[in-house]
């Protein structure tokens, strides 16, 4: 029942946070040209990769990343679940696919990279950082800053 109830919290977390994320991959490239935005494209696992659920709780859904993410990216999840009913939709299922071929070839999870609106790879994480929500924003600062 323990770990019931751990699973579940960490469900919830899943849920309360995923806000701002999209899934559609086309429909972010357009708000992300149209607005001159990054996209945050994170593969993940959200109901069985603990690091990603870890990302996700101390980077992705702290006040201070979504404020960031707010004026400055296009957030897209590629979600990977292995439990039926957290499975998206066969469209959804087939682009994460898709976008898994031509980004993280190897499934490494979680991994994420930060894109432009044309598509082209300017920054990846590949696993969990360990860093904190302002560590990360300023990485993604420094590629910016770079352009």
């Known amino acids: 029942m323990k ?8 469900a919830g977390i899943l849920l309360l946070s995923s806000a701002g994320w999209s899934t559609d991959f086309s429909k972010a490239q357009k708000v992300a040209e149209r607005e001159h935005k990054y996209i945050l494209l994170k593969f993940s696992g959200s109901d069985w990769c603990i690091p990603c659920i870890r990302m996700e709780k101390n980077i992705f859904s702290q ?13 897209v ?21 898709t976008l898994a071929e031509q980004y993280d070839k190897e ?22 950082p360990g860093i904190s929500p302002v560590d990360f924003i300023e990485q993604i600062d420094a590629v910016k800053h770079a352009d």
Request: aromatic share 10%.
């Open 77 to 97: 999840n590629a979600d990977f679940p292995r439990l039926k009913k957290n499975m998206p939709e066969k469209a959804i299922a087939k682009q994460n696919e």
């Open 63 to 75: 006040d201070t990343f979504q404020d960031f993410a707010q004026e400055n990216l296009v957030m």
């Open 107 to 128: 499934g490494h999870f979680p991994y994420t990279v930060l894109l432009d609106a044309d598509g082209k790879v300017l920054k990846v994480w590949d696993g969990d």
């Open 3 to 10: 770990r019931l109830s751990i699973l579940l919290s960490a």
